[in-house]
T-cell receptor, first 114, second 113 residues
Framework: NAGVTQTPKFRVLKTGQSMTLLCAQDMNHEYMYWYRQDPGMGLRLIHYSVGEGTTAKGEVPDGYNVSRLKKQNFLLGLESAAPSQTSVYFC?????????????FGPGTRLTVT | SQQGEEDPQALSIQEGENATMNCSYKTSINNLQWYRQNSGRGLVHLILIRSNEREKHSGRLRVTLDTSKKSSSLLITASRAADTASYFCATDYLETGGFKTIFGAGTRLFVKA
């Protein structure tokens, strides 16, 4: 199993450009998440999905959109990138939420917005 | 402010010594998890402790949970240079709309060979 994969690994954007980050998991997990990680801070949840076709806002959703058209894929879109969105983005998935689950993380995408 | 906060922010020890990291949180939780992150990599799950558990072991890892003090500790015994990484606690709690997970800012551990 590949687990959770993310593409691309690195990207540099100019302010105002758009891009889509792709996350794929092969563990048949229902739940998927997008986080951003900034220096000195923990992970902050951007959006998450509890199943195919459903998405929900996390802690810091502004400036991002997501889609979960297929169970195994979770896309994160930046419509008009801003320097404040320079960060490392992590995707994660889990079997369920609640008492006894863990999240499996992808390797991350390092995004720089100039 | 963040639900989980680790202490210390950074820790440097010699190989063979024990490393202790603490996590404090604010609201009632369902469980608490510890994750490890090597530089430039994603997080890897280490151990989960439920709110009705007080202590849990996994190899050289020992996690305690004190719900009365809203705190947890992660002890790594007989540390190795390969344990050098950042360690995060994540608290899972139930709120309107479902379960939420909040990650702390992490403790950076450096183990000197």
């Amino acid at each position: 199993n590949a687990g959770v994969t993310q593409t691309p690994k690195f990207r540099v954007l100019k302010t105002g450009q758009s891009m889509t980050l792709l996350c794929a998991q092969d563990m048949n997990h229902e739940y998927m998440y997008w986080y951003r990680q900034d220096p000195g801070m923990g992970l902050r949840l951007i959006h998450y999905s509890v199943g195919e076709g459903t998405t929900a806002k996390g802690e810091v959703p502004d400036g991002y959109n997501v889609s979960r058209l297929k169970k195994q894929n979770f896309l994160l879109g930046l419509e008009s990138a801003a320097p404040s969105q320079t960060s490392v983005y992590f995707c994660a998935s889990s079997y369920s939420m609640g008492l006894n689950y863990e999240q499996y993380f992808g390797p991350g995408t390092r995004l720089t917005v100039t | 402010s963040q639900q989980g906060e680790e202490d210390p922010q950074a820790l440097s020890i010699q190989e063979g010594e024990n490393a202790t990291m603490n996590c404090s949180y604010k609201t009632s939780i369902n469980n608490l998890q510890w994750y490890r992150q090597n530089s430039g990599r994603g997080l890897v799950h280490l151990i989960l402790i439920r709110s009705n558990e007080r202590e849990k072991h996994s190899g050289r890892l020992r996690v305690t949970l004190d719900t009365s003090k809203k705190s947890s500790s992660l002890l790594i015994t007989a540390s190795r240079a390969a344990d050098t990484a950042s360690y995060f606690c994540a608290t899972d709690y139930l709120e309107t709309g479902g379960f939420k997970t909040i990650f702390g800012a992490g403790t950076r551990l450096f183990v000197k060979a």
